[in-house]
């Protein structure tokens, strides 16, 4: 007995004998020697104990104020109170199992006298009460302990172990039926072995979950390598074996199964038939391996690393198809019937799925919020606060989790936390992929415990173990060794498996699986001898093994394999309480916990607020161009600059805000994915919360900029482009989120992204100056058309040169004179030189080449001004030919195009004269000063040098037989009606509508957002990478 156990034994010695008040203390004192000396052997001990015994009694006395008798007993009531804080100062020092051990030595010692008075029932069964030992529990113990009245105790309670059944054989049986029979048969209560002698009885605490046994019997046995001593009680503990000659072994698992046999409605069986699992392109997987397991077990995966315990974990639960073979629960296949399965499983993987920025109860309420959609809120929280009592976690409940390397909690209390996220749902069956790595081995041993509790709520508990501890190593019930390659080796209990890797391989003392003296194992014995290796002839140990995992593979099939029994449970299942929400409730709660996540991270906070207006600052501040003492907005050449800049500012902060939107949540995507919860909810509610992040960004930096340079009057336009600027980059950022495999990938791309907006904008390189092979002189090249950039840096450009409150007073009369004077001023002399050339080369020996082209483009841009309203077209268009034109043709001709000249010049000056009035109406109206000053605050001249193209020198291109027109782009009207215009166009022309440009432009940037919403939707962007990975890794096999 330990000392804690002891001591506790003589404060209780000393209370009772100083309460029952015998006749002297030696008497007492002769009581406590007799029991001593059935339990300790060396006669100094004893007296110490005695001494301890003796002080004790003195102190009691005194502190009971009890008086000394001569002769009989106090049958007066007990001190309730000082006995009850007596008890509960012992208790303190004392575990649960020390706890049942104490009360079943103080029955031993009141039955000194075989016979239990009411005084001294009264005083146990306060103990037992301080103990958290129930009523019944107590009388279990009592008639235990009671010689020959164990058979009173209720079946549920008692296991017996015994070599012939109970009543006469039905002599109908015949000799067949009793030589077949089982070596271990089971009948209700009772387990059959066959060469025991005499009989084992196990009690179960069952409030405690604790084993205790008593051996009636001359056989020589022992429990965790002790000697097991007839009459005398026990604890069996989780992973204890008891031992024999004459029967084999008798394992906790056993004994704890069979009372839950008969506790549990609907058992769980899982069975396993010839599975095999192989990776692409490798012979990395799991080999043949067959199991059939019953609920109530814990079953731990044991190997070395890259064995392929976890990939055995994944295959197990679903997450992994199968390449041969075939899973069950309860007779469903796992695959074929995993909708009727959902929620049976449950999977706990090695990372964390732990929201750092919440709190332990907002983990684990959000969690509960998307598993019981059928709850009420007040079930919620009674589910929530269910298991943070279980879990032991309320001391730290409103805590932030924090990070693996910034805590807030320890190592013990996050894992138990993660498994706490799937227990919550009662799954029937858990895997676990390495609950105790990283963890003390205290926290290692708390968390094993708590799966071990979970075996005896019926549930079948699966998980990987590294480097486990002797105590850790025997709360398994079952143990499966894998090799490399994925070859299953070893099947069966934990502490067993040292003895058949030892016989296997030769050892001396094969029979000793756990130290003689104290009983603990050694599990790395298991590996050691697994991969042990052979020794070369320089006595150094090689790379080559003893024993090749083909070779233990082989063994495994002669000697576990060939023996597993499938069993047939009913075709039924457990009712669970977990039913997903409908995807509303799904967005709901995917959007408040990622908003709280986000809102209790101060510095992030912080940062998203803070940097847009920053960065406006930054850039408005030190583009404030002011050629004299005072600022003028018409004056600040800077304007340009600070509209492309704000354009990157919104695509570069639509990006950094999503890129790690999805990839820092990919584990618990995992885990939720496993759920079935919907990746359509979860999308649309980040997207939700981008929305509005980059709304109030955009904002911010409007404001804070627009009020720095005196932008008046665009600050809603100017918002709006920004913002579908930066939500267009927070759907191509989420996408790339999504698709990469990790952070460091993401922004390596992100300069990929933000390099070709900056070159392919038309604003740092023009469009015209790129690449031949790329640009065009008529449109903004496709490679132009792709960039977010270009769309967004010509709504502003367009929409501030437009739509400003000056320029669009005039805007529609500047467009008539800027039409005019292009045709008066480069197109009509461009066409007359054409015509002179063709006169030129109308002689036998002129150029029929240039001839021919010319009169094409005679054709084509005579026939385009005839279409003007109000013009009277050529008459001898048709004859504009290689075979009708001549000089008189020429002659014609040219007198047409002096006409046209004329028709536009008197269109030039009514669009002059009809601005001219405008202006003169504004200067009556506001004053002269007032209109100038409108001009001064709301046109920039170097914006509108840009629009225009002033500074230019080529106001006119040929173009593959075509004139284009480059003066003036602000003002012309393009001529394709699919959408494509040249840069700077006011309009854009689609199914021969007009749209202006500021919100053609916003449509095409919605319209990629849309379609990037649909990749992502649909995933493809990871689905490519993907495919374009399996492609090299094919090739480099190939």
């Not at 009691?60 to 002769?71: G, H, K, N, S, V």
């Not at 199964?257 to 699992?277: C, G, H, K, P, Y």
């Not at 919104?650 to 990839?663: C, D, K, R």
Request: contains cysteine.
């Amino acid at each position: 007995m330990s000392e804690s156990i002891l001591n506790a034994l003589m404060h209780l010695f000393a209370v009772f004998a100083t309460v029952r008040q015998e006749g002297s203390s030696e008497a007492g004192r002769s009581i406590v020697q007799s029991y001593l000396l059935r339990y300790l052997n060396k006669k100094e001990v004893i007296e110490e104990y005695l001494h301890l015994f003796e002080n004790y009694q003195d102190f009691y006395q005194r502190d009971l104020a009890i008086p000394q008798e001569d002769t009989g007993f106090q049958t007066a009531a007990l001190d309730t109170e000082n006995l009850t804080r007596i008890c509960t100062q012992i208790r303190k020092e004392l575990n649960r199992n020390e706890r049942i051990i104490v009360l079943l030595r103080l029955i031993e010692f009141i039955l000194e006298d075989k016979f239990v008075s009411e005084l001294e029932r009264e005083f146990v069964t306060l103990v037992a009460e301080t103990f958290s030992i129930t009523g019944a529990e107590l009388n279990n113990a009592i008639l235990f302990l009671e010689e020959e009245k164990d058979e009173q105790i209720p079946d549920e309670y008692t296991i017996y172990v015994q070599a012939e059944r109970p009543g006469s054989l039905d002599e109908l049986e015949g000799d067949w039926i009793e030589r077949n029979r089982p070596v271990n048969e089971i009948q209700d209560n009772k387990i059959i072995k066959p060469g025991i002698d005499g009989k084992i009885i196990f009690l179960h605490f069952r409030s405690l979950n604790i084993f205790v046994l008593k051996y009636l019997g001359p056989d020589t046995l022992t429990v965790d390598g002790n000697l097991l001593d007839t009459g005398k009680v026990h604890l069996f503990d989780n992973g204890s074996i008891i031992r024999g000659s004459g029967f084999g072994s008798i394992y906790y698992s056993e004994i704890a199964s069979l009372l839950l046999q008969s506790s549990q409605e609907i058992r769980i069986t899982m069975n396993a038939v010839d599975i095999e699992f192989r990776f692409k392109n490798s012979e990395n997987g799991i080999r043949r391996f067959s199991f059939s397991e019953d609920s109530g077990q814990m079953i731990g995966i044991m190997g070395g690393s890259g064995v392929g315990k976890s990939t055995l974990l994944y295959l197990l639960s679903g997450q992994l198809p199968l390449a041969n073979g075939q899973i069950t629960i309860n007779s469903y296949d796992l695959h074929r019937d995993r909708f009727k399965i959902k929620g049976i499983i449950g999977f706990v993987p090695q990372d964390d799925l732990l929201f750092e920025e919440l709190t332990v109860y907002q983990n684990l309420y959000y969690n509960a919020k998307l598993c019981f959609g059928n709850y009420s809120e007040r079930q919620l929280l009674e589910t929530v606060s269910n298991i943070i009592t279980e879990l032991d976690l309320a001391e730290i409940k409103n805590l932030r989790v924090g990070s693996p390397l910034n805590k807030f909690i320890s190592g013990g209390q996050r894992k138990r936390l993660n498994i706490g996220l799937e227990l919550m749902r009662e799954p029937s069956v858990l895997f676990i992929d390495e609950p105790t790595s990283g963890l003390s081995s205290m926290d290692a041993e708390n968390v094993i415990r708590l799966l071990k509790e979970q075996t005896i709520k019926g549930k079948l508990v699966i998980a990987n173990i590294h480097q486990p501890s002797s105590n850790i190593f025997k709360m398994f019930d079952k143990l499966w060794v894998l090799d490399k390659g994925g070859f299953p080796i070893y099947s069966g209990n934990p502490v067993d498996a040292i003895v058949y890797f030892k016989k296997l391989s030769s050892f001396a003392e094969i029979s000793e699986a756990e130290c003689p003296s104290c009983g603990t194992v050694n599990p790395e014995q298991i590996l050691q001898i697994v991969e042990a290796k052979l020794v070369d002839e320089k006595g150094k140990y090689s790379q080559e093994r003893k024993i090749l995992p083909e070779t233990w593979y082989e063994h495994y099939q002669e000697n576990i394999a060939k023996d597993v029994v499938f069993k047939e449970p009913k075709k039924i299942l457990p009712a669970t309480s977990f039913r997903i929400p409908d995807i509303n409730v799904q967005f709901k709660v995917f959007f408040l916990r990622n908003l709280l996540s986000k809102l209790t991270n101060r510095q992030y906070v912080l940062l998203n607020l803070i940097e847009a207006p920053l960065l406006a600052f930054i850039l408005a501040y030190f583009t404030k161009y002011a050629p004299g003492e005072h600022y003028i907005f018409s004056e600040n050449k800077n304007l340009p600059a600070y509209l492309f800049m704000s354009v990157i500012v919104a695509i570069f902060m639509g990006l950094i805000v999503s890129a790690e939107e999805i990839i820092r949540d990919r584990k618990i995507l995992h885990r939720e994915a496993f759920l079935n919860l919907s990746w359509f909810s979860y999308i649309n509610s980040k997207i939700l919360y981008l929305f509005a992040l980059s709304a109030v960004q955009m904002l911010l930096y409007v404001l804070v900029g627009n009020w720095i340079l005196e932008i008046k009057g665009m600050t809603f336009s100017y918002w709006l482009i920004l913002f579908s600027t930066a939500f267009a980059a927070n759907m191509l950022g989420l996408n790339i989120s999504a698709g990469m495999n990790s952070i460091v990938n993401i922004y390596i791309l992100i300069p990929l992204i933000l390099i070709p907006q900056l070159l392919l904008s038309g604003v740092t390189v023009k469009f015209d100056d790129l690449h031949k092979s790329i640009t065009s002189k008529v449109h903004v090249p496709v490679i132009g058309d792709m960039m977010a950039s270009r769309w967004a840096y010509e709504a502003l450009a367009v929409e501030q040169a437009k739509n400003n409150r000056f320029d669009r007073n005039f805007y529609a009369y500047d467009q008539q004179i800027s039409m005019a004077q292009f045709k008066i001023s480069y197109l009509i002399p461009r066409l007359l030189n054409k015509l002179d050339e063709c006169n030129r080369n109308l002689d036998v020996g002129g150029d029929r080449q240039i001839l021919e082209a010319n009169l094409a483009l005679l054709h084509r841009e005579v026939e385009k001004l005839g279409e003007y309203p109000g013009l009277f077209p050529f008459e001898h268009e048709d004859h504009l030919n290689m075979n009708d034109f001549d000089e008189e043709y020429s002659a014609s001709l040219e007198d047409w195009l002096t006409y046209i000249s004329l028709f536009f010049k008197d269109i030039s000056r009514e669009a002059i004269s009809q601005r001219d009035k405008v202006y003169t109406k504004l200067a009556d109206s506001l004053g002269s000063e007032a209109v100038f000053k409108l001009r001064q605050d709301f046109q920039n001249n170097h914006l509108l040098e840009q629009v225009t193209n002033r500074l230019e020198v080529l106001q006119i291109l040929e173009v593959d037989g075509k004139l284009i027109q480059k003066d003036d782009p602000i003002y012309l009207i393009p001529e394709s009606n699919i959408g494509r215009a040249h840069f700077y166009a006011p309009y854009k022309k689609f199914n021969d509508q007009l749209t202006d440009t500021k919100w053609f432009n916003l449509m095409i940037l919605w319209g990629f957002s849309f379609i990037v919403y649909i990749t992502l939707l649909l995933d493809l962007f990871r689905k490519l990478i993907n495919y374009i990975n399996s492609l090299k890794l094919r090739r480099e096999t190939i």
